[in-house]
């Protein structure tokens, strides 16, 4: 199975039999036969076609648009997947322990994964991050005894910063940080994780709908008007896993360079150039098809994407019998 990035502006997706076909400004066709796609994504100026549309939807291939820049416009929607009765029973769980008791085990497990993403590179690398790493693991022991989301937030802040602060020591020289920064993002290191997070979202956000979920209904984010908040929850064990290392591997390993980045162009802020968002593109897609072993219920090595579907449906088991406990958020070694 495959995962379609289209980062060229004025290609025309279409249908034709059982095979997608792009159609390129300079005359260029590439077809793929429909059964081997999973999701479509689409950054910059490309178009579907209503046939395209019609098979996407009937397939439940999901389809998202974003900016060159990695801005989230939004994605193509089919109903087939409603379960008004579980959303409802979802949507219960909101102001009950269930939501606070499952938020705090999501965030002990992303301070576990980024503390074990520092200690990777601290090795490779040879520089000492043991302050920032000393900070998350105060911060991780506190979420456990956290009465209220906002106190497990706070905890989960002063992680964050830690973190990046981590981070910013560990990359290569000419791709040093300042902090975190989003809208818009000020340096390439901050534009490549921005970017992975927001696709990283659109994945959740899919499953999470296949599902029969509501991807806008969460425990440990509050409602916040057109925001995906259950998506933003789920994403938080993810992202260190997929997105942080990913790119730290870019830039640690030398495969993508300052060449491939442009700053102030026709947007405010650092952008992957055509390049450089074909390099990184390539590069999350091979991630997230890699197998691991992480998920601690099965026996037999899983796919990134594999694994977010199947921690999903954990996550329907833990709603439909209103137990916490049946989620466990994936924790890397």
Known sequence: MSLLFVNEDGVIIGVDGSRLTLKYKDGLLRSIPVETVDSITILGQSQLTTQCVKTCLEKGIPTAFFSKGGKYFGHLQSTGHVNAPLQRKQCSLYEKEFALNLSKRLINAKLRNQIVVLRRYEKSTGIDVSRQINMMRVCRGKTVSSKTLPELMGYEGQGAKAYFEGLAELVEKDFRFHGRTKRPPMDEFNSMISLGYSILMNELYAVIEMKGLNPYFGFLHRDKEKHPTLASDLMEEWRAVIVDSMVMSLINGHEIQKTDFIINGDEPGCYLTRNGLKIFLNKLN????TKTRYLSYVDYPVSFRQGIAQQIDTLVN????????????????
């Open 286 to 289: 091979n991630k997230l098809q």
């Open 318 to 333: 833990a709603v439909k019998t209103e137990d916490d406990l049946a989620y466990k958020p994936i924790e890397i070694r």
